[in-house]
């Protein structure tokens, strides 16, 4: 029934370029997702868990956070949520024997996805200081071995405790409990790498760093803007919703230096016409930006707008909506006054008939959407790019009206209820009130580390412990050379997970797995069968209930790893019924009902069917809680990304057959890439003027202010259609040259879309 693991790993010597896809998912997108669940897992396993995925009573699909429709179909997948579940879900397990014939410095030669491949952690395994090999560990004693570590350091603040997106709200809710409890804010987590920069920009002018629409509202948009985000592959069901959108009459533009495939075509595999016929076509307009450019282009077209509204008064802003709920229209207005229409074309790269059409499209439509994701966050002037979002959207009133809003498209797929929850190294006073109301302990003031800031403890010294609830910090990571030689030089690493990663091969002096169940598993507790909520990216909260029989019987839930580990290092330093929590979620939910503001009555609301929405002041009210109780327009200043000459910006994105650091296969289909990772995407005439030809061998270099030579040798150069000077690689392999100080301002998130970057041949 199962495949073996592979034992020889990937390389990419049988590379194949082809040309890319015009369209995406139809009918192979069902056959690709289909075969390797039934192949690996079992007809009857792998059917189990297709069919319940996303289903009322079924499971939340761990691919991303894209939201449920109300009316769920039958099959209520997508291909990569199907690549997800059976990667999660695979029968195959790592033996015991595996310890002893791997050593460290083996698995470290291996790639992710030979790591991945290996099949299900099944054991808690130890790696003593000195040696180069985990062993097996029983469960008690690895809480004992970090206890007496964490309990022996000077300060609660030299551990950090890392949270990816995948962890539950109950799991997220104990796991916070519990670091504060110890004594620390470090709770550095994804979001730094992903959402951040939109936290915070939304955060400072609307006052909520989370969508303002519904999954309704897409269907009710008349114009929905797509930014710097690749649904085809990262949210495709989304798909559905923005053809549901085109039929109701909506109209699409897509701002992104590559066409991609989900952007200009969908052909729906649930309907005949996306089966036998063409397809709906998504984008009418598609902006081919430079890397960085959306800034540029946001000011432009709001300029625009003021210019149309100041030729034909009272005709083209909401007054009523900017006198009553806005602050700062007229510094707006003189500022975008003086924009340098010439710095527009150069940082965008586009003609200004393009902008004239965006801005027109946008003044005749009543009701707007802006979707974004990390093509705009993960940028030097992320936050400001994404304030100049809202800026847009607030001209025209289209905040707090049905069809309309600003909708950031999540990542992992519970990493905005994990915030929710209080995974945030810098949660606000309210919170940390309720929390010391709720549990009786005084909780710490002081901010905490977040993922590039614990890098930097870590490197200089002053952390000692990184725990992982999930993930793969040290590849997710920016600067792989600088993040790995920082994790190595910590006492303890421990890393909670479902699957072998590099962060289990790129470890501190001492360090621990500790395997825990997947989503689509039955989590069995002595209160009976549990189930777990999560959190959309349109702020709704659900249930998912595990459905298959676990991998093995010796897996703890994420809530049992650590509610055993808080009685394990805090004894009885809080008044907490942690082995209640173990045994009953609900007795989790009830405090998160007390604690975290939205969710009264949450075990009551969490059964409901479908769940229940948080509440969102700018969506449900036009309420802005910030400091003016106003939604704030803000002047930013435009800055255009410099690239010197011969270099090029270099954008880290992912292909079609991965979960983030997650490798599934060697194929980005839409991009006409198979059986290789190891390219550049390049512009023809850029590869021309740099003297190569297509299918050169090139290394990588990137340049910085610091001067650290970080370098990739032998990537393959793809000629692809990018705007000149700009080009492009995958994550997390080109972590490698994302420099650790190179971070977005305000938001502190990597700066992993603008590298700038020099290209040499390959030494023969
Ligand atoms: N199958 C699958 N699903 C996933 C994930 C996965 O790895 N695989 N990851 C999950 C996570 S954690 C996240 S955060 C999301 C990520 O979802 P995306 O943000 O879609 O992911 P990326 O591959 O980083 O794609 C970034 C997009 O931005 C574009 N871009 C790059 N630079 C710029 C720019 O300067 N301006 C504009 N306008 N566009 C730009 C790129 O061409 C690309 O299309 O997906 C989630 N879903
Ligand atoms: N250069 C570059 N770097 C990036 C990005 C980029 O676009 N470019 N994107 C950034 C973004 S958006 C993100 S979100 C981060 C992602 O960073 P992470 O969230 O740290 O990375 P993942 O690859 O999602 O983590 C995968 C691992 O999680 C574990 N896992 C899977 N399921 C579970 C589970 O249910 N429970 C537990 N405990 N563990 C589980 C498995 O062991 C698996 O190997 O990377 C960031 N880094
Ligand atoms: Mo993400």
């Known amino acids: 029934m199962s495949s073996e693991p592979p034992i020889k790993d990937v390389t990419d010597d049988d590379i194949e370029v082809t040309h890319s896809k015009a369209w995406a998912a139809g009918v192979p997108g069902v056959l690709h997702s289909m075969d390797p669940a039934l192949t690996q897992m079992g007809a009857l396993r792998g059917m189990r868990a297709l069919l319940s995925m996303n289903q009322k009573d079924g499971f939340d699909c761990m691919s991303c956070a894209w939201p449920d429709p109300g009316t769920r179909k039958a099959f209520e997948f997508c291909e990569n949520g199907a690549k997800a579940v059976t990667w999660e879900a695979t029968p195959i397990t790592i033996p015991t024997s595996f310890w002893a014939e791997h050593s460290l410095a083996d698995l470290r030669e291996k790639s992710e996805y030979w790591l991945g491949m290996q099949g299900r952690l099944v054991e808690p395994v130890y790696k003593p200081a000195g040696s180069e090999h985990y062993q097996p560990v029983s469960w008690p004693e690895a809480f004992r071995v970090i206890a007496a570590q964490l309990n022996g350091l000077d300060s609660p603040d030299q551990a950090a405790f890392y949270t990816s997106g995948r962890a539950s709200n109950e799991a997220a809710f104990a796991y916070q409990l519990f670091v504060r409890a110890y004594g620390t804010n470090n709770l550095p987590d994804c979001s730094n790498m992903c959402h951040e920069s939109t936290g915070w920009a939304m955060g400072q002018t ?12 897409f269907a009710k948009a008349d114009l929905i803007i797509i930014m710097g985000q690749n649904p085809g592959t990262n949210h495709p069901r989304m798909l559905t919703a923005l053809e549901e959108a085109k039929d109701a009459g909506a109209r699409i533009v897509a701002v992104n230096p590559l066409p991609e495939a989900g952007l200009r075509r969908y052909k729906n595999p649930q309907r005949v016409r996306g089966i036998i016929g063409h397809g709906t076509d998504i984008a009418d307009q598609f902006l081919q930006i430079r890397i960085g450019g959306d800034m540029a282009l946001l000011q432009a077209v709001s300029k625009r707008v003021l210019d149309a509204e100041a030729a034909a ?30 710095m527009v074309l150069a940082a965008t790269g586009l003609r200004a008939a393009q902008i004239d059409e965006l801005a027109q499209r946008y003044i005749n439509a009543d009701r707007v959407i802006i979707t974004w994701a990390m093509g705009l966050t993960q940028q030097k002037k992320g936050v400001e790019t994404i304030k100049e979002i809202i800026n847009l959207l607030l001209l025209r009133g289209n905040i707090g009206k049905p069809g309309a809003g600003a909708s950031p498209i999540r990542g992992h797929s519970n990493v905005q209820g994990d915030r929710t929850m209080g995974i945030w190294e810098q949660m606000p006073p309210a919170f940390l009130d309720a929390l010391q109301a709720e549990f009786g302990f005084d909780p710490p003031r002081e901010h905490g580390v977040d993922s590039v800031d614990g890098v930097r403890a870590m490197r200089d010294g002053s952390m000692k412990v990184w725990l992982g609830l999930g993930g793969n910090f040290v590849a997710a990571m920016s600067d792989t050379g600088i993040a790995e030689a920082a994790m190595t030089r910590t006492e303890m690493s421990v890393q909670i997970s479902t699957k072998l990663n590099r962060s289990h091969a790129v470890t501190g002096a001492e360090a621990l797995i500790l395997p825990t169940l997947g989503r689509t598993e039955i989590d069995h507790q002595a209160s009976g069968e549990q189930f777990v909520s999560v959190e959309d990216s349109v702020c709704a909260v659900h249930p998912s209930w595990g459905k298959l029989k676990p991998v093995s019987p010796n897996l703890l839930s994420e809530v049992a790893i650590i509610a055993r580990l808080a009685q394990a290092v805090l004894k009885n330093k809080v008044a907490v019924d942690w082995a209640g929590f173990e045994a009953d979620y609900d007795r989790i939910r009830d405090h998160i009902a007390n604690v975290v503001g939205g969710c009264e009555n949450y075990n009551e609301r969490i059964r409901q069917e479908g769940g229940f929405v948080l509440p969102n002041g700018p969506r449900d009210s036009r309420t802005f809680n ?13 800055e255009h990304l410099e690239v010197p000459p011969g270099r090029l910006v270099l954008q880290t994105l992912r292909s079609h057959d991965q979960f983030n650091t997650t490798i599934y ?44 030579d970080r370098v990739l040798r032998g990537y393959r150069l793809v000629a692809y259609p990018t705007p000149r000077g700009c080009a492009a690689a995958y994550y997390p392999e080109a972590n490698v040259l994302v420099p650790l100080d190179s971070v977005a301002d305000g938001s502190n998130t990597p700066v992993s879309k603008a590298v700038i970057i020099r290209l040499e041949r390959a030494a023969a």
């Open 206 to 217: 609307v006052g909520i760093g989370k969508s303002t629409v519904s999954y309704d509202d």
């Open 313 to 342: 008064p009272g005709t083209v802003l909401d007054q009523s909506f900017l006198d009553e709920h806005c602050q700062g229209l007229p510094e707006l207005r003189q500022h975008l006054a003086a924009l340098d229409e010439r």
């Open 626 to 638: 910030t400091p003016t109780g106003k939604a704030m327009l803000t002047t930013n200043t435009l």
């Open 665 to 708: 296969g060697l194929d980005d289909r839409y991009r006409g890439i198979k059986k290789g990772r190891h390219v550049v995407f390049i512009n023809k005439k850029d590869l021309i003027a740099l003297g190569f030809s297509d299918g050169d061998l090139v290394d990588v270099h990137s340049e910085f202010s610091d001067n650290v």
